[in-house]
């Protein structure tokens, strides 16, 4: 854990979630993540200039997740996807949910693709 992946509005990744099963020979259970909203503005703006951005998940093209309107006042909320056998691929899309991208930082904070098994822990070495 410890990861983080950072997104300005009006961007998206997709992941191919086969590639990920084949290169750890295992199914996956779920993705997990805490999402935030990093704005950098200055605190004193005024409220209707309040930065906002929307997150959406998408797994095979179907909304799975989405956090609309949300600033860095709002704090953080958790994502939990659940991943099937048929699922293909994941998209993460963080988009304006204003009238600027500006300031608009969204960030996924632990971002996880859980096996199914869970991975067992390596043993402490001391």
Not at 19 to 34: I, N, T
Not at 37 to 52: E, H, T
Not at 99 to 110: K, Q, R, Y
């Amino acid at each position: 854990r410890d990861g983080l992946m950072g997104l300005h509005a009006n961007v998206g990744i997709t992941f191919d979630l086969n590639a990920v099963r084949q290169s750890h020979s295992r199914e996956l259970a779920a993705f997990r993540a805490v999402v935030a909203n990093l704005d950098s503005s200055p605190r004193d703006q005024p409220p209707d200039a309040r930065p906002l951005a929307d997150l959406r998940i998408f797994v095979n093209g179907k909304l799975r997740y989405s956090r609309l309107q949300f600033g860095r006042d709002d704090g953080d909320a958790s994502v939990d996807v659940a991943l099937g056998n048929e699922d293909r691929f994941l998209t993460i899309v963080a988009t304006d949910a204003g009238a600027d991208p500006v300031f608009d930082h969204v960030v996924l904070i632990d971002p996880v693709l859980e096996f199914d098994p869970p991975a067992t822990p390596a043993p402490d070495r001391a």
